[in-house]
């Protein structure tokens, strides 16, 4: 056999080279319609092969305009970071090396990125000693995952094993969530059987922060809790008062879970990690690397403090499969919902190790750095009003009514100069910006500014 992969290989890294370099001088945004890009990528199911060159160039053509370029420094919408170098090579080699991670049998070099990474992670978070982890899509999986292990947690304690008897005529047990909790909580929750008109919901403030002293009235008796707090508000960045939170559900014999999914970063600046003080006293975290630790889609976390039952909530069992049974070596699948899946550890562990402990860090108050950047720029635009105070990555502002903010953001967006979306804050409409890349830049920020200045200066 010849070498049927160096032609396709060299020639789409040459593409790929090529696309990275021109993200400061193409527009964020796409620049196709949805029809455009159906007429370009359609068409019937061909009869007879083709040549993979041919192939990944035809595609590529045809993409193109479809891209966003969410790997630029002006790109800003959601909470989506980049990819560092080390990390886009190493999931590139991922790919290449087509581990099936679920089983140590099937790829032991990734097993054991996986718990070095895993133990990086857990360091790097000042999380406990012996807590486990899981490697999962993202943070919705990962809430699935630690959800999962309370669920055990709690009615086994009340002398009910939930996965052979399932929930019909399990003991009461109580799911509280904050009135701000991200979505991924109710479809984790969902998923799990727990109903969304079935949670308690405890109300926040108009930053997302949970109101701690009417947690304290929910759980002062009842049944046996499961807890949702949050280390970043998605629009505002806001922290729950986890320490004040975490005293509270302590007592309480209640299951703590964070969903950190962008903010429990935090945990790795020493000039930030104030901010989610405490957080280390919960019983499970679910958060993303494909957000601020800028490893490529899709890679998210779940820790649990109790690896008891996080592993009984999802381990599985074959006669055909080859198993390490008592953790040695760990196998993927008794630690994750998934069964054959990506060798997600290798693209975290480039970036940590691209990075290092100070490399992080940098990276979260960098970008810190330039959401107040942002911040004090657009206070000097005409018309713009910014709603509360910066924490960490997320500026929320608005320009007047709800049809002038949203012309405003049309015209930025459509320009290409950035990418941005909206959001309802207090009822009315508003514009969220949120800074998670490690490409973005001081000209980055000027140039966006320029974009809104003009913008706004339209509107008079
Ligand atoms: C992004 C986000 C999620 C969901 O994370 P995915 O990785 O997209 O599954 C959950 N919670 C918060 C606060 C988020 O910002």
């Given amino acids: 056999m010849g070498d049927e992969f160096g032609e396709v290989l060299t020639r789409t890294a ?41 192939v990944v160039e035809e595609l590529v053509q045809a993409a193109e305009p479809g891209l966003v370029a969410i790997p630029s420094g002006r790109y800003f919408g959601f909470v989506i970071g980049g ?6 090579a190493a999931d590139w080699l991922t790919t290449v090396w087509d581990q099936n991670a679920g089983l140590y049998a099937c790829g032991p070099a990734a097993s054991v ?9 857990r360091e790097l978070f000042g999380l406990p000693g012996g807590s486990s982890f899981a ?62 008109a079935t949670l308690t919901v405890v109300p926040a403030d108009d930053r997302g922060r949970m109101d701690v002293a009417a947690l304290r009235e929910v759980l002062r008796d009842g049944p046996p809790a499961v807890v949702c707090a949050q280390a970043g508000e998605v629009n505002t960045g806001a922290f729950d008062d986890l320490a004040a939170i975490a005293d509270v559900t302590g007592p309480a014999g209640a299951w703590l879970h964070v969903d950190g999914a962008f903010g429990l970063w935090v945990l790795a600046s020493p000039e930030l990690r104030h901010l989610a003080a405490g957080a280390e006293r919960a019983d499970s975290w679910a958060f993303d690397a494909h957000k601020w630790l800028n ?6 976390v779940a820790f649990c403090a109790h690896p008891e039952p996080h592993r009984a909530a999802v381990s599985v069992t074959a006669d055909y499969l080859v198993q390490g049974g008592a953790g040695e070596p760990r196998d993927a699948i008794d630690w994750t919902p998934g069964f054959s899946r990506r060798a997600r550890g290798f693209p975290v562990y480039a970036a940590l190790r691209q990075l290092g402990r100070q490399g992080v860090a940098e990276l979260v108050e960098r970008c810190c750095a330039h959401a107040r950047a942002f911040a004090a720029g657009l206070a000097a635009v005409p018309g713009c009003e910014l709603l509360g105070e910066v924490v960490i990555n997320q500026v929320l502002f608005r320009f007047g009514d709800d049809a002038t903010t949203e012309r405003v953001l049309r015209r930025v967006v459509d320009s290409g100069e950035a990418w941005l979306s909206g959001t309802v804050a207090g009822g009315r409409r508003a514009i969220r910006l949120s800074v998670c890349n490690w490409r973005t830049g001081d000209e980055d920020v000027r140039r966006t500014l320029a974009a809104f200045q003009k913008s706004a200066a339209a509107e008079s």
């Fill in 295 to 300: 490893v490529p889609y899709d890679s998210g």
């Fill in 113 to 121: 990125a996986e718990e070095v990474a895993g133990e990086w992670l």
């Fill in 14 to 54: 040459r593409i790929a080279a090529d696309w990275l370099g021109s993200l400061d001088q193409r527009p964020v945004g796409e620049t196709a319609t949805l029809a455009e890009l159906r007429g370009r990528l359609g068409g019937p199911l061909p009869d007879g092969p083709a040549d993979p060159v041919t």
């Fill in 135 to 196: 490697f999962v899509p993202g943070c919705q999986t990962a809430h699935l995952t630690c959800l999962a292990a309370a669920r055990h947690h709690v009615l086994r304690r009340a002398g009910w094993n939930v996965e052979e008897q399932g929930l019909a005529g399990a003991p009461p047990m109580r799911i509280v969530v904050s009135a701000r909790r991200h979505a991924t909580i109710d479809r984790a929750l969902r998923l799990l059987g727990f109903g969304t």
């Fill in 83 to 88: 990819g560092l170098p080390a990390a886009v």
